[in-house]
């Protein structure tokens, strides 16, 4: 069974940090497709990040320069450091994984997907 479990989140105030955790169980591995997006009710997931199995990485634009990812292939997991955040930032989180070839290209609702994780910040 596959199971990306997240960790971290919670509530903040605007301007402030949070960071977010991602550890693949089962046959995923971080060395694949991964993904961190967002999602507000009412309203379809947002990118926030994707890197490819080759190592390329891209940001959504409303986050570039304040979030980044890095990852522990020893602990197999794929983290989201969020700094200057803001109220639209609030939202659900969830990791992903796609070890398909289109690396989430087609939609941002296939591959596997974390339980998700809620972020608030207060202005």
């Known amino acids: 069974q596959v199971r990306l479990v997240q960790s971290g989140g919670g509530a903040v105030q605007a301007g402030g940090s949070l960071t977010l955790s991602c550890a693949p169980d089962g046959y995923i591995y971080i060395d694949n497709c991964m993904a961190w997006v967002r999602q507000v009710p009412g309203k379809e997931r947002e990118k926030v990040v994707i890197?490819?199995?080759?190592?390329?990485?891209t940001y959504g634009d409303s986050v570039k320069g304040r979030f980044t990812i890095s990852q522990d292939s020893g602990e197999n997991t794929f983290d989201l450091q969020m700094n200057n955040l803001n109220a639209e930032d609030s939202g659900m989180y969830y990791c992903?994984?796609?070890?398909?070839?289109?690396?989430?290209?087609?939609?941002?609702?296939?591959?596997?997907w974390g339980q998700g994780t809620q972020v608030t910040v207060s202005s």
């Open positions: 992903g994984a796609d070890i398909g070839l289109t690396c989430f290209a087609n939609s941002l609702y296939e591959g596997y």
């Open positions: 890197r490819d199995s080759s190592g390329r990485i």
